[in-house]
């Protein structure tokens, strides 16, 4: 039988809101510190990935429900971001796309579905997977873990329970064991928390050792609107000295912050 591990509080449906305000940020506070804790398990992942990628390898997150669907946003924030191609970095859902913001009922249950999931991108040995599953006991993704072991592929995992079948069916898991929900059993809240500052922390030192960043500056972002074409002006004028004017048409003419800065001079 499987069972939640309680709230510290209970008659939640009492409270003021600024009690139930009060008391979800205090759970919230505890998220930071735990990741901290996980920092040597991040970095010996992190290191092994960035090994990779620059072989030409990709990285794959696999995860069902929240923690499948915070894979998809930190995959889909890699292209605007940095510049990489959409291919770089994927996240899959159990129940495929209409998971995303739909439960699709027993996806997450059938531990044969993420590795065929996978199939059509020819992961190979130079990639990475990591499972994501706040509970560690997703069949979906200790399945995809297991054929990715079994195939060679580097596999780490991020999880919110420790000694879990998730973990232990990865290579470089990643255990931020973030305690009891506020309200039990509700693991998009402190977990997803933690899932997500995780993914923020291997996706962003990724890139950066990729060489996707410059100083401080996102110098290979997509120029999707107008915001961050201000964003990307002032980043040429600040790193160059040239007017606004001359910073626009650089970027118009080279596409990116990087070849702006590199062709500033002609």
Known sequence: MITENASHYDH???????E??????????????????AIPQIEALVTEIVKRMKEGG????????????????????????????PDLVVGLIAGGDRAIRSAVENAEDDSEQAWKDLAPFHIDPLDTLIGIAASGRTPYV????????KAGILTGCV????????????????????????????T???????????????STSVMIQLGRVKGNKMVDMQLTNHK????????????????????????????????????SSL
């Open 142 to 149: 200790i399945g995809g873990l297991q054929q990715a072991r």
């Open 12 to 18: 939640l449906e009492q409270m003021s809101v600024q």
């Open 159 to 186: 999880v919110c329970n420790p000694g879990s079948a998730v973990a232990q069916a990865a290579e470089f898991p990643v255990e931020v064991v973030v305690g009891p929900e506020f309200v039990t059993g509700s």
């Open 20 to 37: 139930l305000l009060t008391n979800i940020n205090a759970e919230d506070k505890t998220v930071p510190l735990a990741v901290e804790q």
């Open 188 to 202: 998009r809240m402190k977990s997803g928390t933690a899932q997500k500052l995780v993914l923020n922390m291997i």
């Open 228 to 263: 961050l074409k201000i964003r990307a002006a002032n980043m040429v004028m600040s790193e160059t000295g040239v007017t606004r004017e001359r910073a626009e048409e650089l970027l118009a003419n080279y596409g990116s912050v990087r070849n702006a800065i590199l062709n």
């Open 58 to 85: 990709r990285l794959f997150y696999i995860g069902a429900g929240t923690s499948g669907r915070l894979g998809i946003v930190d995959a889909s924030e890699c292209p605007p971001t940095y510049g990489v191609s």
